[in-house]
Each structure stands twice: as structure tokens, then as C-alpha cells.
């Protein structure tokens, strides 16, 4: 099993530009979440999603856009990028109600 | 907001239990505790969660208070490779519930 993965590892982008990054897992996971984690800091919730179709906004939802179209994928699009949104990127699976969460490596993502 | 709250930081010796308290006074009765831990920048790990018994696995043991209010997560032979950023979050009850972490605890192992 491959879990949950991640795509780009590393990324620059320079001020304005788009970008998604892919998120997918192969658990049969309902329940899929963004988080970003900013040096030395815990992981603050963006956007998160209880199905296909469903999407809700977290806690750091400006930015960012996310869509849930089949179970396994959950892309996060930032739309503009801001050297604000320089930070390391964390996508999370789980079973729906409770149930441990499983997260990818990561994406680090540098807005020049 | 997180629902739990944590110290920032805690030192244990190596091969000492490390002991880590959490609270969550308002946590709901339908709501389990869960802890992960974050070695340097990689992705949380599960370690271990509960409901309202005592939980022990591979990897360590949760102690729930009676009232539910708090939580403490017994590594009980810490070593160097425990040292990491340890997180407690509560989940459950609500199928579209946020899952809100806090800023965790970052336990050293002292050599």
C-alpha cells in the first residue's frame, strides 16, 4: 500500500504564479484534509473534506482552493501565491466519525 | 482552536518513562483522544488513541482521567529516537468535524 502521497516534494514559485499540489491516497478514505506547518509551528487546518463532492474551509482556508471530485484525490490550488503561504504542506487521510489519520511526507513550498 | 492544550516542551532522561499531559476539558462524550508524534519535518505518526479506558500498545500507554478531562501518554523507556514534537487531539462523534491540532509538546531526551 502507498498510503498517502504527495506531489511535488519541493517547490519555488515566484509571486503570483498557480500552483497545485496533488494529494492522493489509496486507503478508501472519506475523510481527506490539508494542513500547513510553518517553521516551529504545529499544523493549522486548511481546507478538509468528508467525501467526494464535499468540501469545507479549516482554519486557514484564504488562498487556497480545494475540489474533491473522486474519493482518492484531494489537489489543494493556490491561486496567487504569497510569500506568506512559504511553508511545508501536509495531506491526511482517515476513516470517517473517528479513526486515525494518515499523512503524506509533505510538500515544502518556497514563494519568492 | 484547538480543544487540548499541551506544555511546549518537556525533557526526560534516556531510559526513563517520558510522561505527557494533555488537557481537554470539554471534550464530548463521544470524542476519543488521539495522540501522534512529528519527528523533525516528516508527517505526524499515529501512536496510540482512547476513549475512556487506559490504552497500552507497541509503542506506548494512554491514561485517561476518570472525568475524561485529561490525558497523559506514558513512553515508558524513552530513548533518543522518542525526541520529536508530540501533538494530543480529540476526534469523533461528528462526521464532518475539523480535525484541529494545537502546537504540541516537544519532548528532549536527555543521553
Known amino acids: 500500500n502507498a498510503g498517502v502521497t504527495q506531489t511535488p516534494k519541493f517547490q519555488v514559485l515566484k509571486t503570483g504564479q498557480s500552483m497545485t499540489l496533488q494529494c492522493a491516497q489509496d486507503m478508501n478514505h472519506e475523510y481527506m484534509s490539508w494542513y500547513r506547518q510553518d517553521p516551529g509551528m504545529g499544523l493549522r487546518l486548511i481546507h478538509y473534506?468528508?467525501?467526494?463532492?464535499?468540501?469545507d474551509q479549516g482554519e486557514v482556508p484564504n488562498g487556497y482552493n480545494v475540489s474533491r471530485s473522486t474519493t482518492e484525490d484531494f489537489p489543494l490550488r493556490l491561486l496567487s501565491a504569497a510569500p506568506s503561504q512559504t511553508s511545508v504542506y501536509f495531506c491526511a487521510s482517515s476513516t470517517p466519525y473517528a479513526g486515525e489519520l494518515f499523512f503524506g511526507e509533505g510538500s515544502r513550498l518556497t514563494v519568492l | 482552536d484547538a480543544k487540548t492544550t499541551q506544555p511546549p516542551s518537556m525533557d526526560c532522561a534516556e531510559g526513563r518513562a517520558a510522561n505527557l499531559p494533555c488537557n481537554h476539558s470539554?471534550?464530548?462524550?463521544?470524542?476519543?483522544v488521539y495522540w501522534y508524534r512529528q519527528i523533525h519535518s516528516q508527517g505526524p505518526q499515529y501512536i496510540i488513541h482512547g476513549l475512556k479506558n487506559n490504552e497500552t500498545n507497541e509503542m506506548a500507554s494512554l491514561i485517561i482521567t476518570e472525568d475524561r478531562k485529561s490525558s497523559t501518554l506514558i513512553l515508558p523507556h524513552a530513548t533518543l529516537r522518542d525526541t520529536a514534537v508530540y501533538y494530543c487531539i480529540v476526534r469523533g462523534g461528528n462526521r464532518d468535524d475539523k480535525i484541529i491540532f494545537g502546537k504540541g509538546t516537544r519532548l528532549h531526551i536527555l543521553p
Open positions: 470539554t471534550i464530548s462524550g463521544n470524542e476519543y
Open positions: 473534506s468528508v467525501g467526494a463532492g464535499i468540501t
